[in-house]
């Protein structure tokens, strides 16, 4: 199975839960009802085990098919209306590609 990952922190002016309110009732809905996603995960990093935390937040798209994705729901304008709400909240974005092993 295909999954997105992507990693990031939240902008100065974002609280963690003005990020949950907001990821519950918006975000979460909108990436779940997009062509190719089979489920949306969020995590809230709140620790490690070693070292500092990189990113406090992960999310995983579990998808059928990367190429659906991009060629399907990242190019509506659902998706399109998304990011532009979504990209000033956060703060070192890192999205990776790939595909589940086990």
């Known amino acids: 199975m295909a999954k997105r990952i992507i990693l990031y922190n ?7 839960e003005q990020f949950k309110a907001y990821v519950t009732s918006e975000k979460g809905p909108l990436i779940e009802s997009l062509p190719s996603v089979k489920k949306y995960e969020l995590v809230r990093i709140t620790g490690a085990v070693a070292g500092e935390v990189p990113y406090r937040y ?4 579990h ?3 990367l190429d659906e994705f991009e ?3 990242a190019k509506t ?3 399109e209306d998304f990011l532009k709400k979504f ?10 590609s790939g595909e589940e092993i086990y």
Not at 58 to 61: A, D, N, P
Request: net charge negative; charged share 20%; no cysteine.
């Open 10 to 16: 939240l902008a100065e002016n974002v609280t963690d």
């Open 71 to 73: 060629e399907k729901a």
């Open 87 to 96: 990209i000033p909240m956060v703060t070192d974005l890192q999205i990776l």
């Open 63 to 65: 998808l059928t098919s």
């Open 77 to 79: 304008q659902k998706y």
């Open 58 to 61: 992960v999310g995983i798209l």
